[in-house]
């Protein structure tokens, strides 16, 4: 697998449901290639796997630490894993 290819699960907390945070973090994922999926939680978060290139995946990441202009994050929880070889990005 490239060794470029990096993997993160992002837990986000605060006011990131219905203000179109999966949908902004979807496009921008697209825009810089980046895989993996994005979905809201029972508990009011968000969570995300993103996988690609590790600048990409950084960019994203670092998106997530504010989120769209509605929304309000108020802590963000970030775990390494194991690249899958993921492709495509989707909102669950």
């Given at each position: 697998?490239?060794?470029?290819?990096?993997?993160?699960?992002?837990?986000?907390?605060?006011?990131?449901?219905?203000?179109?945070?999966?949908?902004?973090?979807r496009r921008r994922a697209d825009a810089h290639g980046v895989a993996g999926w994005i979905a809201n939680r029972p508990d009011g978060a968000v969570e995300a796997v993103l996988?690609?290139?590790?600048?990409?995946?950084e960019r994203l990441e670092r998106f997530m630490h504010t989120g769209p202009p509605?929304?309000?994050?108020?802590?963000?929880?970030v775990a390494e894993e194991d690249p899958e070889g993921l492709s495509g990005f989707e909102i669950r």
């Open positions: 697998m490239n060794e470029d290819l990096i993997r993160r699960r992002v837990t986000v907390s605060g006011r990131v449901q219905g203000v179109f945070f999966r949908d902004s973090a996988e690609g290139p590790s600048e990409a995946v509605q929304a309000g994050v108020e802590h963000v929880e």
